[in-house]
């Protein structure tokens, strides 16, 4: 069988650009593509040449936040330097949390406005 990856994860999220601005700080991805979604909503495709995450909010936006592991535990994304990570983080009024160091990687948990989970590790 051939050799499989993932292309993208689609989370639906209350304000995509402030979600965007977010991920693009902590990680340097840039935006692929923004526009028009399903339902009257709206999308921006952020991450590499060969993968992103897309950021999707109906015209009705999600309100609220969703119980841990409902519907997703983490989303996990590697970075080079956790400790700028952390600060780019906090600058946008986030809170890290459960920092850890184990083999293979420290790392490091946060929420973001949605209740989102993203976990942030460093194998440097």
Do not use: C
Not at 36 to 56: K, Q
């Amino acid at each position: 069988m051939a050799a499989a990856r993932l292309e993208h994860v689609n989370i639906r999220v209350s304000d995509p650009d402030r979600t965007a601005r977010l991920l693009a700080d902590i990680t340097g991805w840039q935006e692929r593509w923004r526009g028009p979604a399903i339902d009257d909503g709206r999308t921006i495709h952020l991450g590499a040449e060969f993968d992103y995450i897309a950021l999707y909010t109906p015209r009705e936006p999600v309100t609220g936040t969703f119980p841990k592991g409902a519907p997703l535990q983490h989303v996990g994304i590697v970075v080079d330097d956790l400790d700028a990570a952390e600060r780019m983080v906090e600058r946008h009024g986030l809170t890290p949390f459960n920092h850890a160091d184990y083999a293979p990687g420290r790392r490091f948990y946060f929420y973001d406005w949605d209740g989102i989970e993203f976990e942030l590790v460093s194998y440097a």
